[in-house]
């Protein structure tokens, strides 16, 4: 099945991106396994309407159609285990991955989606990163958070499956130099993150 990218394109224009990829690259991230996987959550109604979300918003019909596909996919990859950001839309992703391929889901409440405070429930299309929403989180402590999140999974060794957010995937790709562009960013797109000499390539499932 092909993934629908027409609410990746605006996520790879917003404003600031590379601010937060910097901070990113500049706090690192040591990765001492080859391998790993991510999963961007299935669409939602404040994806669908560029809006920012509630931490409880749940995954539309048209979401857990792309997290079943998703789970198809991932059927024959190598992850050993799922580890999931504890919000609905990521853990609902999770749990048909789950039951596709007998793992079981580990809640991981650091690599949540950055919490927007008082924007939430407003246009989302075209923000930019580097501003402080007011009742929410600041960049750094955002992409601190996160990069402490992938670091405690991937410090465990094995072969991960991430399932989290869009801005998570951006916070990874500033910390490994990967060579993220907008079909990498649709929502439940399983990718692979993979040493390869001294980078790392990311590749579709």
């Not at 857990?64 to 190598?78: K, N, T, V, Y």
Request: charged share 20%; hydrophobic share 40%.
């Amino acid at each position: 099945m092909t993934q629908d990218t027409t609410i990746a394109t605006p996520a790879l224009t917003h404003v600031g991106l590379d601010a937060l990829e910097a901070l990113a690259r500049e706090i690192g991230l040591e990765v001492p396994i080859d391998e790993f996987y991510f999963l961007r959550h299935g669409e939602t109604a404040g994806n669908a309407s560029r809006t920012f979300q509630p931490l409880d918003e749940p995954l539309n019909a048209r979401g857990h159609e792309q997290a079943r596909a998703a789970a198809a996919r991932l059927g024959g990859a190598g992850f050993d285990r799922i580890v999931a950001s504890d919000l609905p839309r990521a853990w609902l992703t999770a749990g048909k991955v789950a039951a596709a391929c007998g793992h079981p889901v580990h809640p991981e409440a650091l690599i949540r989606e950055r919490f927007f405070g008082d924007w939430i429930g407003t246009p989302a299309a075209g923000f930019d990163w580097r501003k402080d929403p007011p009742g929410g989180e600041t960049l750094p402590v955002f992409v601190e958070r996160t990069l402490q999140g992938f670091g405690k999974v991937l410090g465990k060794g094995g072969r991960p499956l991430f399932v989290a957010h869009g801005g998570n995937l951006h916070v990874l790709r500033g910390a490994l130099g990967l060579p993220l562009d907008a079909a990498h960013v649709g929502n439940a797109l399983p990718l692979r993150v993979r040493r390869h000499r001294k980078g790392w390539q990311l590749q579709a499932v």
